[in-house]
């Protein structure tokens, strides 16, 4: 698998470096906040998994899942809720983690429907940010890294729901597109 990898951007060691440095920032603003994380399935299940054991703080987790209408690659800002969440988040302050953000269209559509629900406050914290992201106005307030505007896969990020169980983070040798 690693084989169809044509650069590693970030080694596992690197991801697990800076969520550890996340969940101490996490730690600090959400000391007395009790806050409810919120995935989103499947890319941030790795994510989530790292952020949450590498923070101190007990937390709740619940999951969405979406999917975003769009042409191959690139999403259209339609989105449709396939699974929602399990609990009432009223006065919860939510924090909504992400493995990428890219064109920032199905995050943007997220907070605004999460933000109707009456929660006390919605954050995001996303693993990866790409240079689209800063056309729509989303406030990401946890970025791991901002990457180049390229298609990576691994550690929760696939392509035709492959990859996702790939330890690094990198871009698809051309082989296996075509
Ligand atoms: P956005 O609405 O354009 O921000 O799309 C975000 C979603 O597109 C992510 O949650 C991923 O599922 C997918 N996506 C965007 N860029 C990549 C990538 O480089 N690799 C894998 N999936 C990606």
């Known amino acids: 698998m690693g084989a169809d990898l044509a650069r590693v951007l970030y080694t596992e060691a690197q991801i697990r470096e800076r969520l550890a440095e996340l969940a101490g920032a996490i730690d600090r603003d959400y000391a007395d906040k009790d806050p409810l994380l919120i995935g989103v399935l499947k890319g941030a299940v790795q994510v989530m998994a790292d952020l949450t054991r590498a923070m101190h703080l007990t937390t709740e987790t619940d999951w969405m899942a979406v999917s975003s209408y769009g042409s191959g690659t690139k999403s259209s800002g339609v989105v449709r809720i396939l699974k929602d969440l399990d609990r009432d988040i009223t006065g919860r302050h939510v924090l909504i983690v992400e493995d ?15 933000g109707s629900r009456g929660p006390a406050s ?20 946890y970025v791991g890294f901002d990457i180049p505007n390229e298609f ?27």
């Open 100 to 114: 990428i953000v890219d064109s920032g269209l199905t995050l943007s559509w997220l907070v605004a429907n999460l």
């Open 122 to 141: 919605v954050e995001v914290c996303t693993l990866l940010r790409k240079p689209d992201a800063a056309k729509v106005r989303v406030d990401v307030r």
């Open 152 to 178: 990576v896969v691994g550690y929760g990020l696939d392509y035709a729901d492959r990859y996702r169980n790939l330890r690094d983070i990198g871009t698809l040798a051309e082989h296996v597109y075509s």
